[in-house]
């Protein structure tokens, strides 16, 4: 029998996660007239090359106006207050700073020199905390808040928004890339609804880490700056079971070149105001899709043909590390195709392509096998959106285009499981051998990360003899399974076909694309108990650890991160409450 002969079409499509694609598919209270609204901060120092210098302090960031951010329709009332907001795309509304003082828990060296030209010193310096934590906006740079809406578990949800984040400055780095600096956790805004504005130690931590850990697992991602903890109450029901407890509020700096979502543009067209989407349509398409002309009269086509080719390459990126959002609402959908908005996500351990790592979503709508769909559910919400910009040419080429997805998304899962697989080319018997692989792992729920892992660095002398170790650990789970063998042979006969290659060679490629260390649960919760307790330590190590996942660490090791989950780790849980 062909290994994993008997996966029948169903199995295949939802090993692949495709299966259902078709149809169901002091708070300042207002700005005051007449001041900047939004601001780029910009550096006038430059080298001898007329690059930009790294800042030396945040009084050396000059600001001067982004002309066109501040051409997007801004909400007319001023008040800092719960309300329905209309005909805008933002409003202006300031972070609210703790009262407590504030402590830094970690900075992204990578992401202040390489991304803000910051020099690391000014991390050390009080304007950086206050800036970091919403104490101190830049001069003459009035945050905005963004107005936007959503489809929340398959239904609309009306006005959603930035209820707890806040755009407290874009800036344009040496390299001439505009980044968007957002504070999440800083305070109550027009959008809270009847949150509190604030984010939890716990959910910043896991934020923290995962966006930059993501960032070096090459998945296109929002990064994250720094990280501020405070001793402010956080009033939270965890588990929503009437359990509320104190916990330490927090903000995290989060950076991206944009953080429109799918759910910026929903509202717009929802409401009618059909002017405003254009607008932002066209400054999108504008800032962040310079290959497609301004003058193109088929560019809001080719705008949503790019999201949605993106939109399946991420989501394949995201299965290739076994990656699940969490809550893949339209809302927390970037046209960026970037990953935002981390939550209760979850990487998988063993191999489950039903696994929801969202204890409050009692369906598995957000289930790892289902993320493609529902990124085809949200790309059919963002058409939606867009019609009133498309003739009806242009709409009927648009559903076409969203018919494609399956297939780019099928196209991108299979490259990236070949290269996975240490596959060069590609033959007939790769979706076989792919597939088999992961039947196998799921029946004998062998962990995903490490068998593709210790896949990558066993011998091929080794693997032919089936001398697999138990410090192989979830090679060796796999290697218990009947068609086990007769997968071997079909695989080692593959890798033959390869032209060019070594078997060190293959070991050596599928150790850069196979990690060796994610962001597992039980990590991200040893490093969250003790930071609760003012013990940084272990979300330092992590950040460190995850900035090399392909590289064998010592201090990895030593540390257990490439180990299974300790006993105590077996039954965590993780809710939306943040
Ligand atoms: P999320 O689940 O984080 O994507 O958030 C969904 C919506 O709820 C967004 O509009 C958030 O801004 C808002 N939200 C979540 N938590 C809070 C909070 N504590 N205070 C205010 N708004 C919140
Ligand atoms: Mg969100």
Redesign the pocket.
Known sequence: MVPGGRITLVGIWTIYGVYCLTGRCQIPTSAKSGEQTSLIITQNSSDSCGRKRRAPSMESWSASLDDQLAKLPIDSIRGNYVRKVKDCIFSHTYPTPFISDVRLVAVSEDVLENLLDLDLSVAKTDDFLQFISGGKSISGFAPLTHRYGGHQFGIWAGQ??????HLIAVYINRFGERWELQLKGSG?TP???R?????VLRSSVREFLCSEAMHYLGVPTSRAASLVVSDDAVWRDQFYNGNVKKEQGAVVLRVAKSWFRIGSLEILSNSGEFHSLREVVYFIINEHFPAISRTDPNRVLAFFGVVVSQTADMIARWMSVGFAHG?CNT??FSLLSITI?Y?PFGFMESYDADYVPNTSDDEGRYRIGNQANVGMFNLNKLLVALTPLLDNGQRRMASSILDGFPALYYQRFTELFRSKLGFLGAREEDLTLIVSFLSMMEDTRADFTMSFRQLSEITEYHLRNLSITEDCWALHDISQHLDFPAWVAMYLQRLKSNSDDSDSARRQRMKATNPRYILRNWMAESAVRKAEKNDFSEVHRLQKILQRPFQMQRMAEVAGYSHKAPEWAKDLKVS?S?
């Open positions: 959603l928004g930035d209820g707890r984040a109550r959008y809270s609804r949150g509190d504005g604030r984010a809550v809302d927390n908005d939550g939306c943040s």
